[in-house]
T-cell receptor, first 109, second 115 residues
Framework: QKEVEQDPGPLSVPEGAIVSLNCTYSNSAFQYFMWYRQYSRKGPELLMYTYSSGNKEDGRFTAQVDKSSKYISLFIRDSQPSDSATYLCAMTPYGKLTFGQGTILTVHP | SAVISQKPSRDICQRGTSLTIQCQVDSQVTMMFWYRQQPGQSLTLIATANQGSEATYESGFVIDKFPISRPNLTFSTLTVSNMSPEDSSIYLC????????????FGPGTRLTVL
């Protein structure tokens, strides 16, 4: 069993939809949680960073962490075609990132 | 966040040769990381490179195959040695984020194809 599980999709939604991306993990040592966005032929870009359980909002993006269930989510409101990318969850204790498989998202006009 | 550049951005190489990838950061950082991203896959950490010490390799990666240099706080190189088609991947360097956040910032990647 992988330490971090992420549905690879692909996920296709119409413009304006609410998108939910999810990861589960098995290692209780994970304390810091991140979401990265990777456009085709680019390096991953840090979108959100959270530490504690609960919600963190940044514009159209909301990161949610439930440590008791070992489950994290990224919500994208009012999705745009420019949000089309691969989304990677990542988590760590002590500087060593473990990534999910990535979810390919396409937002069509 | 730090600005990270990599050279080359892409290359096509012959089996049995070696390629050195450069990673340059616009600020001094203690820790730099090298990752591999195989086609359609997620990122796998190859090694962690701290300035002034030997790189620390993850399970499945060895120094003879992936020698790393870290001569100063803004620069690192990764060499992919004696390449085979299985080494065709995107190679990414990253640096630690500010503060005790465990975040990392990534370079644009080097797309390597081995024939």
């Amino acid at each position: 069993q992988k330490e971090v599980e992420q549905d690879p999709g692909p996920l296709s939604v119409p413009e304006g939809a609410i998108v939910s991306l999810n990861c589960t993990y098995s290692n209780s040592a994970f304390q810091y949680f991140m979401w990265y966005r990777q456009y085709s032929r680019k390096g991953p870009e840090l979108l959100m960073y959270t530490y504690s359980s609960g919600n963190k909002e940044d514009g159209r993006f909301t990161a949610q962490v439930d440590k008791s269930s070992k489950y994290i989510s990224l919500f994208i409101r009012d999705s745009q075609p420019s949000d089309s990318a691969t989304y990677l969850c990542a988590m760590t204790p002590y500087g060593k990132l473990t990534f999910g498989q990535g979810t390919i998202l396409t937002v069509h006009p | 966040s730090a600005v990270i550049s990599q050279k080359p951005s892409r290359d096509i190489c012959q089996r049995g040769t070696s390629l050195t990838i450069q990673c340059q950061v616009d600020s001094q950082v203690t820790m730099m990381f090298w990752y591999r991203q195989q086609p359609g896959q997620s990122l796998t950490l190859i090694a962690t490179a701290n300035q002034g010490s030997e790189a620390t390799y993850e399970s499945g990666f060895v120094i003879d195959k992936f020698p790393i240099s870290r001569p100063n706080l803004t620069f690192s190189t990764l060499t992919v040695s004696n390449m085979s088609p299985e080494d065709s991947s995107i190679y990414l360097c990253s640096v630690e984020g500010a503060g005790a956040t465990d975040t990392q910032y990534f370079g644009p990647g080097t797309r390597l194809t081995v024939l």
